[in-house]
């Protein structure tokens, strides 16, 4: 009896999954999907200022060619806005299918936003072979972004973590608490700075603080109102207002992004850093535009990670050949490359553990680089805030300083 | 003019139908789009845009345009440096054709500044910071010998509060322009000999250029003086590169709220291009006004006699370095490009790079190619159209007299005066709905917008400046409306045409949004790879795609100077 009940639940969930592919337009198999992507172009709309980024997506693109005759195209974007506005304009003219983006590499808000605007096709994650081995316990964020659930709406492809890039010729022994920050910048006034405060790193750096500030850092992860968000962030701009005057240019003036920031750093202008990229620094010091004599840390309490995806707006073209590619981009091949120090250098989203010996070697096999943190120093990953505190953070900065 | 030329084409009996044709056909093909996507940013502005759930029009996207803050200081920086580089670009140029017109110095200076006019802007305001900056290629040259920095110095040479960084930047730009323009305008004034008249009559040099040339010459370059205002008024990526960034001005904090992660910001960035189009309508009546004022100005020193003006080698000297200074700039911002393209590492204060290499060069050298001929194609296409559409126009004046369609032509300037962004979303829009993005008739016609506008203002002066009586000697001789244009007016008009093409072609290669916007991912030129890889702040790839950037409108425009420095007659 229960035995023919499972069996019903299980044939129930097979339908299920079936009406849902046939409402998708999919076919309901994988071997059919990487049959109709065979011959597919995939525009995949990808912020391109990181060069390193750029060279994986260019062998993304040979590989998927090789493995599944799918035509890969890195449509490069400034701004990931730039694909959000294109997909709002593609509703706005009711083209509901035929649409000319296929992927786009997005996290956070923009996830957020095209989500909550119903422009996001989904979910698909289930659909996705290698999506059984990430790590999805061992880090939440893979299918927790900014404290919103993906649910199966965009496909993990790489973790990012905050660190600070400093030159140890010039600093030895960096302040490695937010306080302890402010304590330096004191004695080293005009060595720090961090980008635009609505460039998501300058916000970002912002948050940082408050995790470390904050009364209960736990309260973090919920929505906040204006009245208690005031309240519980006053410690932090305590701090703010003191550090501000000490930053780079006085804080009268911000770099407009972190590249930006980076090239501060190169030249001498400032010390310290903040980053989103843990092998920001070795891969900087590999394509001469940093100085050999960078270094990384984080705080002793921990540090915000996140997540990188790729999701697939709703009116895709070519949805079977995004699929394929979002799967490529989780295999080991694919993760053990975008992990090379040499190349971009970003942790796995993948469950090492689930893995077959020989794919468990290729991650063993990578040297560290010069100036990235081992995964014990990198210490836990703090979650990030939910995106209400982001976006007061950034409404009370403007309201506070943009005169 | 016009009213001039009717008795000559009465007498005849006949007009041009065909050619009444053109004004009508460029109003069409230019003010649809245009309106469309006007339409559309306007029903944003007041909260409609169903795709983004706006269904209930009001005015709270003007509630909250005027809620952001530090709207009132980015206000008032755009107006202080667009009305600066718009006024010291425009004296720049009035004081070296004063005080040096027909001197080698001068052709000299008009030779060197007219390439200038093919370099982008994003590629020449890069180019100004590399060289600038306190940690730039002038300081490293410097320090630590001269200066004894071992770091950069923290001073806000670049984004400093005032603006002045992005006054120096557009006047790079702007000065080239409108002594392009300047030069093809005198060319129609008889200088050398009004100079004579002056002369014989008692005045210096100097004051026969402020009472009589200027004000001839002005009427001629005032168009393309709006323009520049306009556009100081109104542009982003200069802006982003040099202006201060706390509060940017107006035009850098629009993008910013239409580039926003949070797509609610839409509503109010549309408000806030509506207001930015309004800025630059009174910004040009204000202008306008002024000019008013200097004329009554003008006419009471001339009626009492003529002012004192100064003149001499220091004047000239001064007026030779003002124009001077964009050549050095823009040569020493290309070099350290060059320099920077080329290394390997290159940090402060080392005067050259530590290490070179052509790694980066050959490695991007194969994806240039693709953006390399969609550009060229483009551009080609884009002037192509727009001159044979341009001179349409004209002519139809000169032959039909400026009727209904030729006097609402002005309405063709539109593109220029609204900011891109806001009216190239709602064009992004419409081409979706006709099925035309990516495709290249929209990346041609999208460049048109842009294109045509400064052909009409290239040409239109010189073309209405031409002396008819050349034409009635040739329609008298030959009989044929035809052969008179291609035979003598046309030839005549060779230089100011081809000059018009390498500015059309300039134009096009430059376009960012549009080609954004109409190219879906599907075409792009080097323009959009160039200011796409610059969000990566790497020194060389910025290099490498900054000068491609540059190459291809130099090219054209060192062939538009040998093509129009060869006498035909």
């Known amino acids: 009896m229960i035995a023919t009940l499972r069996s019903l639940t299980v044939t129930a969930a097979v339908f299920a999954a079936l009406r849902l592919a046939q409402a998708q337009g999919l076919p309901p198999t994988w071997e059919g999907i990487l049959e109709r992507a065979r011959g597919q172009d995939v525009y995949w709309n990808a912020w391109a200022g990181d060069e390193p980024t750029n060279a994986f997506i260019a062998w993304v693109g040979r590989r998927v060619k090789e493995t599944a005759g799918v035509n890969l195209v890195h449509v490069k974007l400034s701004l990931t806005a730039e694909a959000v506005s294109r997909v709002v304009a593609e509703k706005a003219a009711g083209r509901h299918e035929g649409g ?35 790590d999805t316990a061992g880090k939440p964020s893979t299918v927790i972004d900014f404290t919103v659930p993906t649910e199966g709406y965009e496909s993990p492809w790489r973790m990012a973590r905050i660190v600070y890039v400093y030159d140890a010729a010039r600093l030895p022994r960096p302040p490695r608490s937010i306080p302890a920050m402010l304590d330096w910048a004191r004695a080293n006034p005009g060595r720090i700075t961090h980008p635009r405060i609505r460039n998501f790193l300058g916000s970002t750096f912002l948050k940082q603080a408050l995790y470390e500030l904050i009364d209960d850092p736990g309260r973090l992860v919920r929505p906040v109102g204006e009245e208690e968000f005031l309240a519980r962030s006053a410690p932090l701009w305590r701090w703010y207002e003191e550090l501000k005057p ?101 942790p796995t989203v993948l469950d090492l553990d689930r893995l077959a010996p020989e794919d468990r070697r290729r991650f063993a096999a990578l040297p560290r680089g010069v100036a990235t943190l081992s995964p014990e120093e990198l210490g836990r990953a703090l979650p990030e805030p939910h995106p209400s505190w982001m976006n007061r953070i950034v409404a009370e900065w403007e309201r506070r300083y943009s005169r | 003019m016009g009213t001039a030329l009717l008795p000559l084409t009465g007498k005849r009996g006949t007009g041009s139908p065909l050619l009444a044709l053109f004004p009508a056909a460029a109003l069409l093909l230019f003010l649809a789009p245009v309106l469309a996507g006007l339409a559309s940013t306007a029903l944003a502005a007041f909260g409609y845009l169903p795709a983004l759930g706006g269904t209930a029009p009001g005015l709270d996207p003007w509630r909250r345009l005027f809620a952001v803050p530090g709207l009132g200081a980015s206000l008032g920086l755009t107006l202080r440096t667009g009305f600066l580089a718009a006024a010291v670009s425009l004296a720049a140029v009035l004081g070296l054709c004063a005080t ?19 370099l982008p802007h994003a590629a020449a305001a890069i180019g100004l910071a590399f060289l600038i900056a306190p940690s730039g290629w002038v300081s490293r040259l410097l320090s630590p010998g001269l200066t004894g920095w071992q770091r950069p110095p923290d001073i806000a040479i670049v984004h400093d509060p005032f603006g002045l960084c992005l006054v120096l930047g557009l006047t790079l730009k702007e000065i080239p322009y409108l002594l392009f323009m300047a030069v093809a305008a005198l060319e129609q004034i008889r200088v050398r000999e009004q100079l004579a008249v002056c ?10 250029w402020l009472h009589v040339l200027i004000p001839q010459l002005y009427r001629q370059i005032r168009l393309p003086v709006y323009a520049v205002l306009a556009f100081s008024l109104s542009v982003v990526d200069v802006a982003v590169i040099l202006a201060p960034t706390e509060p940017p001005p107006f035009s850098v904090l629009l993008f910013r709220l239409f580039t926003d992660r949070d797509l609610g910001l839409f509503f109010p960035a549309s408000a806030g291009a509506l207001l930015q189009l309004a800025l630059t309508v009174a910004a040009i009546g204000a202008w306008r006004l002024g000019e008013c004022a200097a004329g009554g100005l003008g006419r009471r020193l001339v009626c009492r006699g003529g002012a004192r003006v100064p003149e001499g080698p220091a004047v000239s000297g001064f007026f030779g370095a003002v124009a001077g200074l964009p050549v050095l700039l823009s040569l020493g911002g290309a070099l350290a490009l060059a320099l920077g393209s080329l290394s390997r590492s290159w940090f402060f204060p080392q005067a050259l790079p530590s290490a070179w290499t052509l790694a980066h060069w050959m490695r991007h050298a194969p994806e240039l190619l693709r953006p390399a001929g969609v550009t060229f194609a483009a551009a080609l296409a884009a002037s192509a159209v727009g001159l044979f559409l341009v001179i349409g126009c004209l002519q139809n004046e000169r032959v039909n007299g400026r009727n209904p369609a030729a006097r609402t032509l002005w309405l063709l300037y539109t593109p220029l005066l609204v900011p891109q962004i806001a009216f190239l979303s709602g064009l992004q829009v419409l081409l979706v709905r006709l099925g035309l993005d990516g495709t290249w008739t929209a990346l041609v ?5 842009f294109v045509f506008p400064y052909l009409f203002l290239s040409l239109a002066d010189p073309w209405r400046a031409f002396d008819l009586r050349y034409r009635t000697v040739a329609l008298s001789l030959s009989g044929s409306r035809a052969r008179s244009f291609l035979r003598v007016e046309l030839p005549l008009m060779r230089r100011a045409v081809l000059f018009a093409f390498a500015v059309g072609f300039a134009v096009s290669a430059n376009q960012y949004l549009p080609t954004l916007f109409a190219g879906a991912g599907r075409l792009t030129t080097l323009t959009v790879e160039a200011v796409t890889l610059a969000s990566g702040n790497d020194p060389r790839v910025t290099g490498i795609y900054a000068l491609a950037q540059a190459a291809l409108p130099l090219a054209v425009f060192a062939a538009a100077l040998a093509l129009g420095a060869r006498r035909r007659f």
Do not use: C
């Open chain 1, 100 to 134: 000319s983006i296929d992927l786009i590499w997005i996290n956070g808000e923009n996830f957020l936003a095209m989500k909550e605007q119903g422009l996001l096709f989904g979910p698909f994650t289930h659909r996705l072979p290698h999506f059984g081995l990430v």
């Open chain 2, 199 to 208: 002369r014989t009559l008692g005045h210096g040099r100097a004051a026969a």
């Open chain 2, 445 to 449: 016609g999208s460049h048109l917008l």
């Open chain 2, 100 to 118: 040096l017109h027909g001197s080698r110095l001068f052709r000299w200076l008009s030779r060197m500044l007219a390439p200038l006019l093919a």
């Open chain 1, 246 to 346: 000490l930053l780079w240019r006085r804080g009268e003036q911000f770099p407009e992004s972190g590249p930006a920031m980076r090239a501060l750093l190169a030249d001498g202008e400032i010390d310290i850093m903040i980053s989103f990229n843990p092998n920001e620094a070795t891969a900087g010091i590999a394509r001469g535009i940093l100085p050999p004599t960078v270094r990384t840390f984080v705080l002793e309490r921990g540090t915000i990670g996140n997540t990188s995806f790729v999701a697939i707006p709703y009116n895709a073209r070519h949805k079977e050949g995004a699929l394929v590619v979002a799967d490529f981009l989780l295999t080991p091949e694919s993760q053990a490359r975008a992990m090379h120090p040499e190349g971009m250098g970003n």
